[in-house]
């Protein structure tokens, strides 16, 4: 495995392969990573992996300075899964100057997540078409726990006309339910038993909704009620499309309910998809 820090010497070396699959990452890498390398390696003679945390995606009172960084270990787990190619710049190597250029994403970008955090999706569009420019990939692989970004990186590459295959992976999951993130790591023991509930609640949801309830509204409500009930302070609870994320029609057949939620200094995503 190569560990390579510029964007020179990556170039260089993924010159030597007929082809490579991408997955990037924020590092502190658990089981879910794993899987979307799993996914990846069948799919191209060379598997490349970045490390960079994005500072364009954080917003002045999110969490950057304390993310976890965990560099040596997640080295050591992609050597087991068998990547060929890690990717580990610094801040200067991906913003040598200040990047005054960004990828504005649609209106999706300013719902749902976007609403509540301004700005993180047009940080992690930059910063991940940076980063198709300089491995080239012919596909790269996201996870379906980041709902709202999937759709934003798909319409990007689809409108920008880029030559690159986004594969969806489903989201990876503890046995109790809760969505592995690297986030986890904030949770207090108590709070770690009682994360599972928002999968939990959310999985009521989509089962209302196959039953037959069309009240979304309602639906939605009742999910935030639960979750501040024990101790939660949701950002939002939503019924939505799959395509693109606006509020569902009755005859709608693909939907996805969203949740975001701080449970003590934690914020944790989640989402269920509906397939009626």
């Not at 950057?64 to 050591?76: H, L």
Request: charged share 25%; proline share 6%.
């Amino acid at each position: 495995m190569d560990i390579i820090h510029s964007v020179a010497d990556l170039r260089a070396r993924l010159q030597r392969e007929p082809n490579n699959v991408f997955v990037p990452t924020m590092g502190n890498l658990h089981r879910g990573h794993i899987e979307l390398i799993n996914i990846a390696k069948p799919r191209a003679a060379c598997t490349v992996v970045s490390i960079f945390v994005n500072r364009l995606q954080f917003g002045p009172k999110e969490d950057f300075d304390r993310y976890p960084r965990t560099f040596e270990a997640d080295c050591a787990k992609l050597r087991d899964a068998g990547v060929d190619v890690v990717f580990a710049p610094d801040e200067r190597e991906i913003y040598p100057e200040p990047q005054t250029f960004v990828v504005e994403p649609s209106d999706l970008q300013h719902v749902l997540d976007g609403a509540v955090r301004p700005g993180h999706f047009r940080g992690v569009a930059t910063v991940v078409l940076k980063l198709f420019n300089m491995v080239s990939p012919h596909s790269a692989i996201f996870g379906k726990k980041d709902y709202q970004q999937c759709l934003v990186l798909s319409n990007m590459v689809r409108q920008l006309a880029l030559p690159i295959e986004i594969i969806l992976a489903e989201t990876v999951r503890a046995k109790d339910g809760l969505a592995l993130s690297s986030r986890n790591a904030y949770l207090t023991p108590d709070e770690r038993k009682e994360a599972p509930r928002l999968f939990q609640l959310l999985d009521k949801a989509r089962n209302e909704i196959v039953g037959g309830s069309r009240e979304y509204q309602a639906i939605e409500l009742d999910v935030m009620a639960a979750l501040a009930h024990h101790g939660w302070k949701p950002d939002y609870i939503a019924v939505r499309r799959q395509s693109d994320l606006r509020d569902p029609q009755s005859e709608n057949k693909k939907l996805v309910v969203l949740a975001a939620a701080r449970l003590g200094r934690t914020r944790l995503i989640d989402n269920v998809e509906v397939n009626l």
